[in-house]
């Protein structure tokens, strides 16, 4: 029999790559044949947290086969999917973002939530069932958490999220400030990626009523370090655009130190951001202060101004 595959989105960030790993954990105490796969590369965020805590990265694929039983975890959009998802088995979604773009032709089971991060649904769902939290999947859930909500200074986060880092920096024996900061830190090496790598390492579609939309987003510890670059950024950005017909790209450099974005912002349908943020661009670029999140900040804003 063919295991069941466990994956999240495609451009994986942490949460994705340990919601693989600890819902494939999960249901294998359910007594599942399952496996965790991957839909891109590994970041150097979460190579971090899959080294400190010794765990193996999932295999890569490109896509899934017509009646392949799958899992998905922090995502459910099909065009954030894997290649073949239309014609998956989808039989677990478990989540926490908007429900978009998903249809599927059997009941499953869906558990979607309005926190930071999947992996503390997650959490929760192995207190519920009884289910043990070993140290190594403690710090995987752990990593998980403090990546998506900026080690808790995102708007994203909930009361939740807050309980479950406490919780969890205790059964995997760390502290989970200094271990998130180090973590953190990790993935704001980015000199040597090139830039259609970096405007791809976090990237989502998205439709913005009729207009075709990309929102990437890299973390860094130095925005005017990584606006030298900022030709190389224009570039990648307008072949992207060309080569997927997009009507706006929308890159955010994301200081994770102080709490703000500068953007680079290239397309047709730029008046949607400067609208949705009062502000005009200058040179294709605009300073946001107190935005972190893609999800909670950046996303709602063009959707309500499109």
């Not at 014609?87 to 478990?94: F, L, S």
């Not at 908007?98 to 207190?127: H, Q, W």
């Not at 949705?276 to 661009?281: A, I, Q, S």
């Amino acid at each position: 029999m063919e295991k069941m595959l466990v994956f999240g989105h495609k451009s994986p960030d942490t949460d994705t790559i340990c919601s693989a790993i600890v819902m494939a954990d999960f249901q294998e105490k359910l007594g599942k044949e399952v496996k965790a796969v991957r839909l891109g590369e590994i970041n150097k965020e979460t190579k971090f947290a899959l080294e400190y805590f010794k765990v193996e990265a999932p295999e890569m694929i490109s896509g899934v086969e017509e009646g392949q039983e799958v899992v998905l975890v922090d995502h459910n959009e099909f065009s954030q999917s894997a290649d073949g998802i239309e014609k998956a088995k989808i039989r677990m979604v478990v989540d926490h973002h908007r429900i978009c773009d998903f249809s599927t032709a059997e009941p499953l089971y869906y558990r979607a939530e309005p926190v930071g991060c999947t992996n503390t649904i997650l959490f929760k769902m192995y207190k519920e069932h009884g289910f043990e939290v070993t140290p190594k999947i403690a710090g995987l859930m752990l990593s998980a958490i403090i990546s998506d909500t900026l080690l808790l200074k995102s708007p994203t986060k909930t009361v939740e999220d807050e309980k479950a880092v406490e919780e969890l920096a205790k059964i995997a024996n760390v502290d989970y400030k200094e271990y998130g900061l180090e973590m953190l830190k990790a993935g704001t090496d980015l000199s040597d990626y090139t830039a259609q790598e970096l405007i791809a390492l976090d990237c989502k579609k998205c439709e913005l009523k009729d207009k075709k939309a990309k929102i990437a987003q890299v973390n860094t510890a130095d925005i005017p370090e990584m606006m030298k670059r900022k030709a190389e950024f224009e570039e990648a950005i307008a072949k992207d655009i060309e080569e997927n017909n997009l009507d706006i790209f929308v890159f955010a450099i994301t200081d994770i130190i102080n709490s703000n974005s500068q953007a680079i912002v290239l397309g047709k349908a730029t008046e949607v951001f400067e609208k949705g943020f009062n502000t005009k661009l200058e040179d294709n670029t605009a300073f946001l202060p107190g935005v972190v999140s893609r999800k909670k900040q950046i996303l709602p804003v063009l959707q309500e101004n499109a």
